[in-house]
């Protein structure tokens, strides 16, 4: 059974930062595009970022110039660093890996930015 488990979540003020983390199992990891979303609360998921096999990256323009997705094929993870983090990022966010039709979503780690 495929698992994608996140963590690196938590806590930050306004201005902070986090790194989030996501490993595979059972998969060909680097086969895979990975994704990044994420929902707060009564809202839609949304895309964060995403990171094709072949390494090229694209983002949401909310978190363009804060954000940077990346992965490591030799660990099976997928990173997003979240820099100058802002309320408005409060959220669940969740890994995704794509590959059609094929995709696996993680559980979510809760990013919580608040003074």
């Known amino acids: 059974q495929v698992q994608l488990v996140e963590s690196g979540g938590g806590r930050v003020q306004p201005g902070g930062s986090l790194k989030l983390s996501c490993v595979a199992s059972?998969?060909?990891?680097?086969?895979?595009?990975m994704g990044w979303y994420r929902q707060a609360p009564g809202k839609e998921r949304e895309l964060v970022a995403t990171i094709t096999s072949g390494g090229s990256t694209n983002y949401a323009d909310f978190v363009k110039g804060r954000f940077t997705i990346s992965r490591d094929n030799a660990k099976n993870t997928v990173y997003l660093q979240m820099n100058s983090l802002k309320p408005d990022d409060t959220a669940v966010y969740s890994c995704n890996a794509a590959i059609h039709p094929r995709y696996y979503w993680g559980q979510g780690t809760q990013v919580t930015v608040s003074s």
């Open positions: 059972r998969i060909i990891f680097s086969i895979y595009d």
